[in-house]
């Protein structure tokens, strides 16, 4: 039997999110706060007074008109083959989008492509998998991602899995003198600066500084965000923001000087947040997402060669699926929206 929680009550499926194999920090109740142009909603499913399955669904309301769209990024969290959960999750979707006029209901699995038999089940509950979604900035969230098993692996263990340069470049940094400090809620000033830079330098756009400050705000004092500095000669050169939630910690966002990137401090960055999510107890390291891994020539290949180095698994996830309630407001709707990030992606570029 599925419930559609008031606020009160988000503390228990908190709970079973933050506890279950399939947790995600983008299916946090604190998630939807951090994106606060969306209304977050939480679905969950019952069996015998026991919470089995859940969806943290965002809700966005379409201007000028008395619609919305609705998103779960990397839902569900429940066990993906329990066809009863998830038709019950089904239902509760759809008493959501009845209250909230959408038109459209979108997720990104935290499932592998390779995953027919959830997908045979997906399709057979009435969800349509959109499998034409490849590079990285078509979907919502990244198609390709490394993924390090560090669970009952030591530090030791951990370094010598890595790829011999991998290996050397972390030692690398130390040897040249780069250190890496946790960064203060004073220190994401700098971080934004030097993010700004890095965007500049690889033409993608990047959140105002309000976006990190308010999400260290949400975060921090609940342990689920780290911000590293490397320091060369005692100046901020790089930085990232991890995030730790569950038995997962992911690699989110990340800025590097255009200066003194011979002495490696993203190397030494993504080193000290592996050991960080082996201290809290993580099982997996999440690297985020890669694409280019087939053309040499295009310079988002480093990104791929620098995160493959340390012998993650690449996973390839199962895209997007949807339910669609109005198939041509929809698709008026993604004309409309591809439209946008070509214009969007140009001016980027420019």
């Known amino acids: 039997m599925f419930k559609i929680l008031k606020q009160e009550e988000y503390s228990i499926y908190e709970e079973f999110a933050n506890r279950h194999n399939k947790g995600h920090f983008m299916q946090s109740i604190d998630w939807y706060k951090i994106k606060n142009e969306w209304i977050g909603k939480v679905v969950v499913v019952y069996d015998n007074d026991k919470i089995v399955g859940g969806i943290s669904v965002l809700v966005r309301k379409l201007p000028f008109v008395n619609m919305s769209i609705m998103y779960a990024p990397r839902g569900p969290v429940c066990d993906i083959y329990n066809e009863k959960v998830l038709i019950e999750l089904v239902q509760g979707i759809k008493q959501l989008a009845k209250d909230n006029h959408s038109f459209i209901f979108r997720m990104d699995p935290d499932i592998k492509n390779s995953d027919n038999k959830f997908k045979e089940l997906a399709k057979k509950i009435g969800f349509k998998i959109k499998d034409d979604i490849k590079r990285f900035g078509d979907g919502i969230q990244p198609r390709y991602v490394f993924r390090l098993d560090i669970k009952d692996k030591d530090e030791e263990t951990l370094l010598k899995s890595f790829h011999e340069k991998t290996r050397y470049n972390i030692r690398l940094s130390t040897r040249k003198g780069v250190t890496v400090k946790e960064g203060t809620r004073n220190d994401l000033k700098k971080f934004h600066e030097i993010m700004e830079e890095t965007g ?107 995160k493959k180095g340390f012998n993650g698994e690449f996973i390839e996830f199962i895209g997007e699926i949807q339910l669609v309630f109005h198939p041509f407001i929809n698709f008026c709707f993604e004309k409309g929206l591809h439209f946008f990030k070509v214009i969007k992606f140009r001016n980027i570029k420019r």
């Open 200 to 306: 500049e330098r690889d033409a993608f756009g990047i959140r105002p500084l309000s976006y990190f400050e308010n999400m260290y705000d949400i975060l921090h004092d609940k342990n689920n965000m780290k911000l590293l500095m490397a320091y060369y000669e005692d100046k901020p050169i790089a930085g990232v923001i991890e995030i730790i939630y569950g038995n997962k910690a992911w690699y989110l966002y990340g800025a590097s000087s255009s200066i003194y990137r011979n002495v490696m401090p993203n190397y030494a960055l993504q080193w000290e947040m592996i050991k960080i999510a082996k201290q809290n107890n993580c099982d997996i390291y999440d690297f985020r997402g890669v694409e280019e891994f087939e053309d040499e020539s295009k310079p988002e290949y480093g990104v791929y060669k620098f």
